[in-house]
């Protein structure tokens, strides 16, 4: 039988005031990339993250960015790679605190797309991941798409897995559109599903021009955050389901 990781990112609250429906979209999906305090999220909303993944049997991963709230982790920022390191150790080191069982990690916002272009950027983040593997005595996968970043975890011994988004529109180029451009969410539940379903079986996604983009993903992620999140979730969970395609964790 296929399978699929469907990921969400959780977890994701602002001043104490949730972004997503984690309690509907933690019933939906195999694993949760959690909020650890640079771009939203705290001490409590990451012990609940925690708490909701063992009772659904959800995956936990980390979901650390740039050290920016007021911009919601989705601003480029100049950090050198040894503050860069720190600050994403320390955010997965607050997400263990609070329980997790890491399974994971997957950069956030302008850190996600940051690490698949630029090498020291994609260094910071993998020896900071090296850093937490070493500490738990076992190598945590990194979770993103191609690019720097994959060449450099498997430098550094880390398992890399791909990722495809089903509510962000693809450039020609692979890359994502950005959030300021027309094209760039997805909202019908039905289209998305779909396309869950045209990944895992023909591995490919059709980008904004039409053309089509060759994916092979390990794990398809929803935004927590977008608009009409959970009615897509359901949407795609039913869709894979039918297709006899199994929902399930593969760290």
């Known amino acids: 039988m296929?399978?699929?990781?469907?990921?969400?990112?959780?977890?994701e609250t602002v001043?104490?005031?949730?972004?997503?429906?984690?309690?509907a979209?933690?019933?939906?999906?195999?694993?949760a990339s959690v909020a650890c305090g640079g771009h939203a999220g705290d001490a409590a909303s990451m012990t609940d993250a925690v708490r909701r993944a063992m009772a659904q049997g959800v995956a936990v991963g980390a979901h650390p960015s740039f050290a920016d709230r007021a911009g919601f982790g989705r601003v480029a920022l100049a950090v050198a790679p040894a503050p860069l390191r720190d600050q994403v150790r320390e955010q997965i080191a607050a997400l263990l605190r609070a329980g997790a069982d890491l399974r994971y990690v997957k950069p956030h916002g302008a850190l996600y797309h940051a690490v698949t272009t630029d090498p020291e950027t994609a260094l910071a983040v993998a020896d900071a991941v090296a850093d937490v593997s070493a500490d738990l005595g076992r190598p945590v996968p990194l979770?993103?798409?191609?690019?720097?970043?994959?060449?450099?975890?498997?430098?550094?011994?880390i398992p890399f897995f791909i990722e495809a988004f089903l509510d962000r529109g693809y450039l020609p180029s692979g890359g994502l559109v950005p959030r300021t451009e027309p094209g760039a969410l997805l909202h019908d539940p039905d289209l998305v599903a779909e396309r869950a379903v045209t990944l895992v079986r023909e591995g490919r996604v059709d980008a904004v021009d039409g053309s089509t983009i060759r994916v092979e993903a390990a794990s398809l992620c929803l935004h927590g955050d977008t608009a009409g999140s959970v009615a897509m979730a359901r949407a795609v969970r039913a869709a894979l389901d039918a297709a006899g395609i199994a929902v399930r964790a593969p760290w």
């Open 15 to 23: 001043d104490g005031v949730p972004t997503a429906d984690d309690e």
């Open 2 to 11: 296929a399978s699929i990781d469907l990921n969400a990112d959780l977890g």
């Open 25 to 31: 979209m933690f019933a939906v999906v195999s694993s």
């Open 143 to 157: 979770l993103g798409m191609p690019g720097e970043i994959a060449a450099v975890a498997a430098s550094r011994g």
